[in-house]
């Protein structure tokens, strides 16, 4: 399934608080961040394999703590087998448990893909909502996973704070938080709303492919200009070029 698009960008909840840490740009420098992450990137899309919005929950229940790469591995046969919360419970949990075993945590996942089936089923007619609030009272699914949720399967703008935004975050100074809640609530209240949007993929792609946990790679960064990090090596940005797709897509594992 191809990610939905933002019809009409929908007003993301912008949270404000003054107890969050001040990020370390201005206005015009966040938005020439975004603004040369958009020329890179222009339709950055999720990596997970998914065929409809059930089978996308069930994919980013299955990725905590696991790869992309290693989650489409399981499951494209899994969503053969079934792309429905009526499938996958009459599959049973022994044989989803076979199915998605090379993944982390397994069996806990795969109790919770039966669970989460049955709750669909029971309580929203088979059908995945479409708020937050709901997505979280399902097993397994918690705030992170419910926003790439509203966001890839609704189009509706989110910022699922995972592993590498949160370092970018904080390492950058952009959106200090000690938590991903606050690095979130201060990312929704900074970014412009039109780059809202794709902000999430720009910065976990921008994290795996050039601003790395260990050594970011400074000279190949489009930012470098900007960028107030106190590991930064490099002051003179990379050329400003849309990249080709190897650096779009996970690495494979
Ligand atoms: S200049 Fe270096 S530290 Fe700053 S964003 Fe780019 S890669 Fe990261």
Redesign the pocket.
Known sequence: MKNAKPKTASAPAKTRSKTLPKTAYSKDEIAEVFRRFSIQRPEPKGELEHVNPFTLVVAVALSAQATDAGVNKATRALFAAADTPEKMVALGEDTVRDYIKTIGLYRNKAKNVIALSEKLIADFGGEVPRTREELVTLPGVGRKTANVVLSMAFGQATMAVDTHIFR?AN??GLAPGKTPDEVEAQLMRIIPDHYLYHAHHWLIL?GRY???ARK???L??V??DI?K?A????TIPAPLVELPQQFMDPPLP
């Open positions: 970018i390492r950058l921008h050039c601003c790395k970011p790679e400074c190949r960064c930012i470098a960028c990090a590991e930064k090596t490099n």
